[in-house]
């Protein structure tokens, strides 16, 4: 069975005016879309078409860089659903609950956590993403370039934000830090991240 442009988990103007109507309808319609039509497109007629899409990243990880298209859209399709659930309408702020105590132990505090994610976000060169990873039982902020993820590199994703142009452009023009920090004041669905953590 091919892969699947799976729907947003929200209506599209939810997340207004953090994150336009507009800057979904592109995002989510046209660039998310192209990944599963282009991973498509690669893994047709190959042992890989009926794989699930977590067992074709981790191959293609392991056969680079001869599978490196089928990584870049394998993991690009991952990222951007994932990224979905990252966000709702009404969220961000302080997190509560075992995230939150997991936070102060680990990071010291919410807003050192806050800190060194946005930092990690605003200076990832070029495109990529920021996350909130659980690596070796403790929980880290890491960047990572292009479609690069966490799984491949042992590490379970808890959180992350999409620092390509194509992800704020439209509503904040050059103004990365400005979106990161809307993500991090409005839009952090800490209740996905506490079903990430287990
Ligand atoms: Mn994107």
């Not at 509560?96 to 102060?104: F, H, L, N, P, Y």
């Not at 990161?180 to 409005?186: E, I, R």
Request: hydrophobic fraction near 40%; charge should be negative.
């Amino acid at each position: 069975m091919a892969f699947e442009l799976p729907p947003l988990p929200y209506d599209k103007s939810a997340l207004e005016p953090h994150v336009s109507a507009r800057t979904l309808e592109f995002h989510h319609g046209k660039h998310h879309n192209t990944y599963v039509v282009n991973l498509n497109n690669l893994t047709k007629d190959t042992d890989l078409a009926g794989k699930s899409l977590e067992e074709v990243i981790k191959l293609a990880a392991a056969d680079l860089p001869a599978k490196q298209p089928i990584f870049n859209n394998a993991a690009q399709v991952w990222n951007h659903t994932f990224f979905w659930n990252c966000m709702t309408s009404g969220g961000g702020g302080k997190p509560s609950g075992k995230v939150a105590e997991r936070i102060a132990s680990d990071f010291g505090s919410y807003e050192k956590f806050a800190e060194e994610f946005k930092q990690a976000a605003v200076t990832q060169f070029g495109s990529g993403w920021a996350w909130l990873v659980l690596d070796g039982g403790k929980l880290k902020v890491i960047k990572t370039a292009n479609a690069d993820l966490p799984m491949a590199h042992g590490q379970k994703a808890l959180l992350t934000v999409d620092v390509w142009e194509h992800a704020y452009y439209l509503d904040y023009q050059n103004r990365r830090p400005d979106f990161v920090q809307a993500f991090l004041d409005h839009l952090v669905n800490w209740d996905f991240v506490a079903q990430n953590l287990g």
